[in-house]
């Protein structure tokens, strides 16, 4: 019974590329959640999503970042033109439903250089 | 602005003592309660949930819900150096994101 799973564990890119974080959630769950986290800092969200809906993007940034979560296949973070600000930790974690518990995947750990 | 309050700590405890972890939230429509621990360098690991006013035991654990005065708690019994942590309160209603605390330091001292 897999968890949720995140990949890649580590990415690094270079200032101007782009980044993508994948999660797939636990089986049967349709309900998945990112937050970021920087060093002693707390979790924060960022996106919600339903397959194929987004639910609440209050937390993503304007410009570069965007998320979706298709019918098939696992949910993508997608940020463009990444800058230094952008290295942190990013959790996705997930649910069965609006109610449900949110279990958290191992998190990438971005580096822009 | 839903919010979820919680003191930072650090908070020390010796071993075997019983460790109290407190959470206030602000929205009184939310519905679901959790408490996530988080170790330095990894992902927050759910350890308990709760939905109903009262109590919830869970082994050492014990969460505490007082809708009534917003107020969520965390009871660790005969705690341990190994539950030396940063504990992170959340709360979620329904189609809404899960709102999460700063969370608390816990230092258990052998």
């Known amino acids: 019974n897999a968890g949720v799973m995140q990949n890649p564990r580590h990415l690094v890119r270079r200032r101007g590329q782009e980044a993508r974080l994948r999660c797939s959630p636990m089986?049967?769950?349709?309900?998945v959640y990112w937050y970021r986290q920087l060093p002693e800092e707390g979790l924060k969200f960022m996106v919600y999503?339903?397959?194929?809906?987004?639910?609440?993007e209050s937390g993503m940034p304007k410009e570069r970042f965007s998320a979706e979560f298709p019918k098939e296949g696992p949910s993508i973070l997608r940020i463009q033109q990444v800058v230094r600000g952008d290295s942190a930790a990013y959790f996705c974690?997930?649910?069965?439903?609006?109610?449900?518990?949110?279990?958290f995947g191992q998190g990438t750990r971005l580096t822009v250089v | 602005q839903k919010e979820v309050e919680q003191n930072s700590g650090p908070l020390s405890v010796p071993e075997g003592a019983i460790a109290s972890l407190n959470c206030t939230y602000s929205?009184?429509?939310?519905?679901?309660f959790f408490w996530y621990r988080q170790y330095s360098g990894k992902s927050p690991e759910l350890i308990m949930f709760i939905y109903s006013n009262g109590d919830k035991e869970d082994g050492r654990f014990t969460a505490q819900l007082n809708k009534a005065s917003q107020y969520v708690s965390l009871l660790i019994r005969d705690s341990q150096p190994s539950d030396s942590a940063t504990y992170l309160c959340a709360v979620k209603e329904g189609y809404q994101k899960v709102t999460f605390g700063i969370g608390t330091k816990l230092q258990v001292i052998p």
């Open positions: 999503l339903q397959k194929e809906n987004i639910i609440d």
């Open positions: 974690a997930s649910s069965s439903g609006p109610r449900g518990e949110a279990f």
């Open positions: 089986k049967g769950h349709s309900h």
């Open positions: 929205d009184r429509g939310s519905q679901s």
